[in-house]
Each structure stands twice: as structure tokens, then as C-alpha cells.
């Protein structure tokens, strides 16, 4: 399948171990609880005191008044969250622009990798167990699916020592959300300038990532050397999983990249208003 990887099989022991998974039933509350705050205090004090706040009181809107809340909340949480992680996501990753992260096998787990997949982990197995309380978007299958095949992936790759790859993939898809959730909570304040270049910045990075970068560097090394890295070591059952999800995501990441697109055309032909062009279009609203 391709041309064959010259692999470099390291004299270093993949120190991950099925215990290490443990940490999660301290981390995953953790970040409830880091979510609870954020959204219940910082989040609220930011939405409280904005003009569009005092405006729909003023008018009486009160059920507007506490969906928009509710939204902006979730927004905020998730902007502190997926700035941070892109921090940690470049501090951790050895080199985010190389293409032969499976070239070398296995891969060393510094506390550092050990620290962002897990954080990582824990974060997706709660905002999954959220999804049924959240805002209902109408991608939320597509939602629930691209968390999932992420967990998996996450699992799968930790196990089996190929976390620089790993880790790349976590850092491509978490780069474009922080401009997402700032352009949502900026409209929902009715910001719309900063919606609008908040949303721009956020689409040239999906485009990019998602759509280009993801898919050399991620998608394409894992198809055609991971074929070859399973063989050898009798675990080909885990490279149809492993191609399966990333194919799934790509498919999400198409999905997600025509509702840009689409946004964008509406945008530029009607001025229209900045929203979640991804998943903010409610199913009883809009």
C-alpha cells in the first residue's frame, strides 16, 4: 500500500500502561467541575454585563434573555478550553509540520504527551455525556459520532505508543475552535464586527487544517504506514478501526467545511448575521 516507511524501531519501552486510563475518573470531574465554574461565574459575569443582556431584560425578553445565556455560556466555557489546549497542544507535539510521526516506533511518552491525552480524554468523555444537555444543534449525530471516533482514537493510539501522531491530530482539530466560540459569543452580545473577523480568522484556519493540513500529515501517513506498522506487529483489526475513524472525522470535517462555505455565499450576498455555521442553527429555532 504506497511506497514502504523505512521504520526506526526505538530501543525506548512505550511506558502507557491500561492503569494510566484510572486518571480519568479523577479528571473527568474535574473538568465538570472547571466547566461549572467557568460557565456559572466568569462566563456569566461577562454575558450580565453586556449591552445585549440589559437590552432584552429591559424589553422583557426574559426566555431570549436566558437561551442566549445559556449558549454564551457554553461558548465561553469552550473558548477557555480549546485556547488553552492549543497552548499546551504546541508546547507538547515535537513537530507539528512533520509528516513521519510513524516512522519511529514506538514512541517515547513524556509526562507532558501523558498529561494532553489525558486532559484531552477526559474533556471529550464529559462534553459526550453533555451533548444530551447542551443546546440541541442539528449536527448533533454528526456531533456525538466525531466525539466518539475521537475518544477511540485517543485509546487506541495511546495504547499502542503512537502518540506523536496522536497528538498532531488532537492540536490540527482544536486550532480553528477558539475563533468559532469567540465569533458565537461575540454575536450572541451582538458584537457583530468582531463576530465577523472572528469568524473569518475561524474559517481560513478550518479550511486549512481540517480540509488540508489534516489530511497530509494525519490522515494519509496513518493509511499508508500504518498498514504496514500493523502487519508486522499482528494488530491489522486496529488499523481498519484506527482508518475508519479518521475517515469518519474527514467526512465530518467536508460536512462541516460545506456549511462554511454556504455561510460565507449567505453572508456576502444578503450581509446577514454571523452565527454557528457549523451547529448553532437549534432545531426548534432560526
Known amino acids: 500500500m504506497g511506497d514502504a516507511l523505512k521504520l526506526n524501531f526505538n530501543d525506548v519501552k512505550h511506558n502507557a500502561h491500561s492503569s494510566d486510563f484510572l486518571i480519568l475518573f479523577l479528571l473527568v470531574p474535574l473538568?465538570?467541575?472547571?466547566?461549572?465554574?467557568?460557565?456559572?461565574?466568569?462566563a456569566t459575569y461577562f454575558f450580565t454585563t453586556s449591552i445585549?443582556?440589559?437590552?432584552?431584560?429591559?424589553?422583557?425578553?426574559?426566555?431570549?434573555?436566558?437561551?442566549?445565556?445559556?449558549?454564551?455560556?457554553?461558548?465561553?466555557?469552550?473558548?477557555?478550553?480549546?485556547?488553552?489546549?492549543?497552548?499546551?497542544?504546541?508546547?507538547?507535539?515535537?513537530?507539528?509540520?512533520?509528516?513521519?510521526?510513524?516512522?519511529?516506533?514506538?514512541?517515547?511518552?513524556?509526562?507532558?504527551?501523558?498529561?494532553?491525552?489525558?486532559?484531552?480524554?477526559?474533556?471529550?468523555?464529559?462534553?459526550?455525556?453533555?451533548?444530551?444537555?447542551?443546546?440541541?444543534?442539528?449536527?448533533?449525530?454528526?456531533?456525538?459520532?466525531?466525539?466518539?471516533?475521537?475518544?477511540?482514537?485517543?485509546?487506541?493510539?495511546?495504547?499502542?505508543?503512537v502518540t506523536n501522531i496522536g497528538g498532531l491530530i488532537l492540536l490540527i482539530h482544536d486550532l480553528s475552535d477558539p475563533f468559532l466560540e469567540f465569533a458565537k459569543m461575540m454575536s450572541y452580545t451582538k458584537k457583530e464586527l468582531y463576530a465577523t473577523l472572528a469568524f473569518v480568522c475561524f474559517a481560513l484556519t478550518f479550511l486549512s487544517t481540517r480540509l488540508i493540513w489534516y489530511p497530509y500529515s494525519a490522515l494519509y501517513p496513518s493509511y499508508i504506514h500504518g498498514y504496514e506498522l500493523c502487519i508486522i506487529y499482528d494488530k491489522l483489526p486496529y488499523y481498519y478501526l484506527v482508518v475508519g475513524c479518521l475517515l469518519g472525522i474527514l467526512a465530518c470535517n467536508v460536512m462541516w467545511s460545506c456549511l462554511i462555505l454556504k455561510m460565507i455565499f449567505r453572508k456576502l450576498t444578503t450581509d446577514g448575521q454571523v452565527k454557528d455555521c457549523r451547529s448553532d442553527d437549534d432545531e426548534d429555532n432560526d
Not at 123 to 146: A, G, N, P
Request: charged letters at 20%; aromatic letters at 16%.
Open 31 to 42: 473538568i465538570a467541575a472547571c466547566r461549572w465554574f467557568i460557565e456559572q461565574f466568569v
Open 52 to 161: 445585549q443582556a440589559r437590552t432584552l431584560l429591559a424589553k422583557g425578553q426574559r426566555l431570549q434573555y436566558r437561551t442566549t445565556k445559556k449558549k454564551f455560556q457554553e461558548s465561553f466555557w469552550k473558548f477557555v478550553f480549546y485556547a488553552s489546549m492549543c497552548v499546551v497542544g504546541f508546547l507538547t507535539v515535537k513537530d507539528p509540520t512533520d509528516t513521519l510521526l510513524l516512522s519511529s516506533y514506538p514512541n517515547d511518552l513524556p509526562a507532558s504527551m501523558k498529561t494532553y491525552y489525558m486532559i484531552e480524554l477526559a474533556f471529550y468523555i464529559w462534553m459526550t455525556v453533555c451533548l444530551q444537555s447542551d443546546t440541541r444543534r442539528k449536527d448533533h449525530k454528526e456531533m456525538t459520532f466525531h466525539h466518539m471516533a475521537t475518544m477511540v482514537l485517543l485509546m487506541v493510539s495511546y495504547s499502542n505508543g
